[in-house]
């Protein structure tokens, strides 16, 4: 699955990313089954399952992303995908605050609005003229990547600082994978 130049193609990035996200969440339930956690330990150890579950989408986002300066399908197909990857840290938060009816509430709701907006800014990349695989496959592009989507899942999860950094460092693990597969890995 690879184009002409030789670089893997955007699916097989996602279908790596996913494999990348599973051994993480698989690693992290084998170390809890492991350890014998009773119910009151693996409550106190939640924070932390949630945010491996947060870092888990930012590896599969953020194995995406560097692909938005292409000119094949991806640059259609990201701006959906930002929207429903924008609204799962604020239906987690508003779900583990007040329950799951009101996290689906405000998936029907404010959930909407919050869908359409990441929808429109996915798809304003459409008007910026990238060069493919110029400045979005970098590492500074990963590293912004990494500390907004781990700022977002803060501020919309009730979430540790310590944690939104391991959220943050898994997206930039995701955009930096990517970066390697290609092997665009420069600064």
């Known amino acids: 699955m690879t184009i002409g130049d030789g670089m893997p193609r955007w699916e097989l990035h996602i279908s790596i990313a996913s494999m990348a996200a599973l051994v993480v969440l698989t690693g992290a339930a084998i170390g ?87 929808t429109a800014i996915g798809f304003s990349f459409l008007l910026v003229p990238f060069k493919h695989r110029g400045k979005m496959h970098s590492i500074y592009p990963a590293v912004i990547f990494g500390t907004a989507w781990g700022l977002y899942t803060w501020s919309c999860v009730s979430l540790g600082i310590e944690h939104a950094f391991l959220v943050g460092g898994l997206g930039t693990f995701g955009y930096t994978w990517h970066l390697a597969m290609d092997g665009k890995l420069t600064f």
């Open 32 to 118: 809890l089954v492991q350890n014998g956690l009773s119910m009151s330990e693996l409550r106190e150890a939640f924070p932390f399952i949630t945010a491996l579950s947060l870092g888990a989408i930012a590896i599969v986002l953020g194995s995406v992303l560097p692909d938005i300066d292409g000119n094949g399908r991806i640059r259609w197909t990201i701006g959906p995908v930002m929207g429903a990857f924008g609204i799962v840290p604020p239906f987690i938060g508003r779900s583990l605050e007040e329950g799951f009816t009101d996290g689906m509430m405000f998936i029907y709701h404010d959930g909407a609005r919050l869908f359409l907006l990441f």
